[in-house]
């Protein structure tokens, strides 16, 4: 076969292109050669340093089982660590570890090792434990202190490996010793009440109804089962201002009526709401002529002229222990009311007063029976808190 040439027309020697294909190709080949021994070297590489590692477990694994040998034969931290030539820090490691998992095999390790050491762990938990009102941002800045700067999230999830949780705080009135005593006083002398009883009882209470918005929460740091504890609750006072009063009652049979407190509400005030509305809510419900009615320890309720004007109507007033929202199941009406109140978005002191009365004639009479079936359970409540705060 006769061989090609070519001459180009700046050179006028020519060029052997089988011979250049030829260079191309074993320049290839020779790549593919270093290519080939530089992945053997590195997979020898790598076998060997698994090797060496595998090798290093399994002493490591022969040592942990025989500091543990020693141990069950009697020998002390100090005698197994002058035999083995290992410190004595390691030693108890190692016990303290076979005692508690039963194994000297190295455990999977969930991730990550913390940055905090446990004694800043501990640290932050006992903070947030004492001072259940503190913040992250007050735990991360403690953390920085001594020297361990972490984000919000990782202070979080330690608080709630050890229960604690960031939960609203709740608001219950400040009850001082003698209020505990009479709390208790009047759950124990009530428990064994029939439920007849209950059911005679006509329920009163006021209260304000906001136009816009519900007051501000705070977080606190608490584990389960311990909302109503004294720590981990913000204290009230009775009716701290509104948009609107307005004073109601009701039974086992459904709702009475609901009166506007317009001004500022006084004794003779108070009783005018009574007249007008109390024995017409009493003969709705078809409570009878031997009704309880029940009112808290407010200066007004209590003044002499009212309680003149109920012993003139021979109606029998309940017996009330001061500071006590939680025995008093209108309660849990005023927050359904006042929830389906603010989902009608009342625009104004008219529409809301009008959308209060609406929703409270729309509250069934199964939630009020199902409230005073139920009642016994708050007084087992406060005799188990030892005349204390509830979760009513």
Known sequence: MEKLTTTPFCCSQPIDIDKKKRGSR????????IKRLLKDTVEHSMTQQHLRLTRLTRERRQVRDTVVKKFKAGF???KISQALNIPRST??????KWKEYQTTVNLPRPGRPSKLSAHTR???IRDAAKRTMITLDELQRSTAEVGDSVHRTTISRILHKSGLY???ARRKPILKDIHKKCRLKFATSHLGDTPNMWKKVLWSDETKIELFGNNAKRYVWRKSKTAHHPEHTIPTVKHGGGSIMVWACFSSAGTGKMVKIDGKMDGAKYRTILEENLMESAKDLRLGRRFVFQQDNDPKHKAKSTMEWFKNKHIQVLEWPSQSPDLNPIENLWKELKTAVHKCSPSNLTELELFCKEEWEKISVTQCAQLIETYPKR???VIAAKGGATKY
């Not at 074993?26 to 050669?33: E, K, S």
């Not at 030693?91 to 303290?96: D, E, P, S």
């Open 26 to 33: 074993a320049q290839g080949l020779f790549n593919a050669v």
């Open 166 to 168: 960031g939960r609203v």
């Open 379 to 381: 007084l087992t409540a």
């Open 122 to 124: 501990r640290g932050l």
């Open 76 to 78: 002390g931290y100090k």
């Open 91 to 96: 030693v108890q490691a190692i016990i303290l």
